[in-house]
């Protein structure tokens, strides 16, 4: 069928693909792709559109394949991660059988990062890379016209086996989108699974402030640019506020990679979420900027209702800091990790161990860090260079052809991919060493279950952390 055809074009299937596991059991709303679906019936109200996150919903590639032909869809969009693209690509392949008709479209951090790779691999028509909301509601207004959809910026598609890339599409303006679509997801099915702020399972909504980060670490994505892009805080107030009278929710994850980039906006938004009606709380597990974090802006978050923070302190090495760009000054994040737990925050802290070059004395300082501080929890990950990431291009060649050949489930789980000075089998018995060495303190435990703000979730985490002991890595983010 012609790639500007559809069955039926106002009928949108998105697909969070992904897999429960046992290994990493923290699940968040699929944002992204709720905030396409709110930008498509904004832009065109006479769209149907339905949201499947295959993590959370248990469904299969063959599930989500039946619902296409069954219901008619014309259009069926798949976001994944890189650790999830081969579910991806099974995704595609299954509802290409079952409703050729449809068109494909691949989207989210791996099809951004590699989307020959995705085109090539599996059965899809189209990429859409980057901040997608302009680009698909484009695609899918085309569709319904059966124009063309190819010269749409920041589209890749194949054509006669080559890639057709064009160019990105401009940034989006956060103010300007609307809000996600929060009635086409199960909210209590979230609340049914741990969050990513490992508080447990409670009712909560996750939320996007801002776009974008103006730091360049080498590990990092680029999909939404590296410029700062904030919501307004009265934007965010009222988003806050609606969520609250409409569902009853209190409790709100913030998943920006750089909530707290600009001070005046914090302390407004603080501020404004002391007027409201009713107590919120609220959970940093995506990292703030810890050095930016003073203690006036602390002890006023603390007052609007933070109870969790998550300190992205990676590596306690000023050496590693320059190698990897995010320049972090340790004294000051040591500060602030020491305010934001005398004032009762909760208090996460992730370590990456075995960056290029990395050594012993430098992997047990940021260990040791994490050890001597009064945080509550910490993760230590392995670093993992993805392709498309600045380390992937400062790794030695032999290693980048492992990457390259290695599928991508296996990059993030494998436990031998070392990027340190150490040989493997050390490597492996510094990061079991660091989780037992944190975790098996009598008095951290005490601590933990001290400042705990959802007690009765302490069970479930406690599962988790033994098997963080047991298996004694994990993987970089």
């Known amino acids: 069928m012609p790639e500007n055809i559809l069955p039926d074009p106002e009928k949108i299937l998105l697909v969070q693909a992904g897999v429960t596991s046992p290994l990493y059991p923290f699940r ?212 806050m506020r609606e969520l609250m009278d409409t569902y009853g929710v209190t409790d ?56 969790y923070i998550s300190f992205a302190i990676e590596s306690a090495n000023p050496r590693v800091q320059k190698l990897m760009h995010k320049n972090l000054d340790l004294e000051k994040a040591e500060r602030a990790i020491r305010t934001a737990a005398r004032l009762g925050v909760f208090c996460n802290g992730f370590f990456m161990l075995g960056f290029l070059t990395e050594t012993r004395a430098e992997l047990n300082r940021t260990v040791n860090f994490a050890v001597h501080s009064p945080l509550h929890t910490a993760h230590f990950l392995k670093v993992t260079p993805f392709e498309g990431t600045e380390i992937f291009d400062m790794m030695p060649e032999e290693l980048k052809h492992r990457a390259e050949t290695m599928p991508d489930a296996m990059k993030y789980y494998d436990r031998s991919f070392n990027l340190s000075e150490l040989e493997n089998q050390e490597f492996i018995r510094v990061m079991a060493r660091a989780h037992r060495r944190f975790y098996l303190n009598p008095l951290r435990l005490l601590r933990l279950f001290w400042a705990h703000p959802f007690k009765r979730n302490l069970f479930s985490f406690a599962l988790f952390a033994a098997r963080r002991i047991l298996l004694g890595s994990s993987t970089g983010r």
């Open 252 to 307: 709100f994850d913030i998943l920006d990679d750089v909530f707290n980039l600009d001070r005046d906006r914090v302390l407004a938004i603080c501020e404004g979420l002391l007027k409201f009606p009713r107590k919120v709380t609220l959970a940093f597990p995506n990292g703030l900027r810890s050095d930016l974090l003073d203690d006036e802006t602390l002890a006023l978050m603390r007052r609007a209702g933070t109870v």
């Open 28 to 239: 968040s709303h699929p944002l992204g792709l709720m905030m396409l679906a709110g930008a498509v019936r904004r832009d065109n109200p006479g769209a149907h559109v339905r949201i499947i996150d295959m993590k959370v919903q248990d469904a299969t590639p063959q599930a989500v394949a039946q619902l296409a032909r069954d219901q008619g869809y014309g259009i069926v969009g798949v976001g994944a991660f890189s650790v999830h693209a081969e579910i991806m690509a099974d995704v595609a392949r299954t509802v290409r059988k079952a409703a050729p008709g449809a068109v494909l479209v691949a989207g989210g951090p791996h099809p951004t990062c590699h989307p020959e790779k995705v085109l090539r691999d599996a059965p899809f028509d189209v990429v859409v890379a980057g901040e997608g909301e302009a680009a698909f509601t484009t695609l899918a207004r085309r569709c319904c016209e059966q124009k063309n959809y190819s010269d749409i910026p920041g589209v890749s598609l194949l054509r006669n086996g080559e890639l057709f890339r064009n160019a990105s599409a401009p940034p989006c303006e956060p103010n300007e989108l609307p809000d996600p679509a929060w009635d086409l997801i199960d909210i209590d099915a979230y609340a049914r699974v741990s969050s990513f702020s490992v508080l447990g399972r409670r009712r909560y909504m996750s939320l996007f402030t801002s776009r974008g980060c103006p730091f360049h670490c080498i590990y990092c994505h680029k999909i939404f640019g590296k410029s700062f892009r904030p919501r307004s805080a009265d934007r965010v107030l009222a988003e």
